[in-house]
């Protein structure tokens, strides 16, 4: 997810390819879990609600990506974790 934008994006690969639908993306998500990661804002609550809250996927943070990338490996953790603040 892209912060403020309201657009859904889903990262494969090494790509970034647009998403049909939250729909589609939740259902992603919820398959796979420890596979899939979602990276938003919290003016991009209302997309990503029910995912945190239902669903119990968590949300973290754009600075939870540029963390990963200083370290060199994925480390989101609890303290990048928007939808626990909220």
Known sequence: MSCGS???SQMSGV????????AHLR?????KPPAAFVVSCTKDRAMWEVLAGKHKVPIY??????HSAML???KFDRE??????L
């Open 6 to 8: 309201g657009s859904v």
């Open 15 to 22: 790509g970034l390819a647009k998403v049909a639908s939250i």
């Open 27 to 31: 259902e992603a998500l919820v398959a």
């Open 61 to 66: 943070s754009v600075e939870a990506v540029l």
């Open 72 to 74: 060199q490996q994925i």
């Open 80 to 85: 990048h974790r928007i939808d626990l603040q």
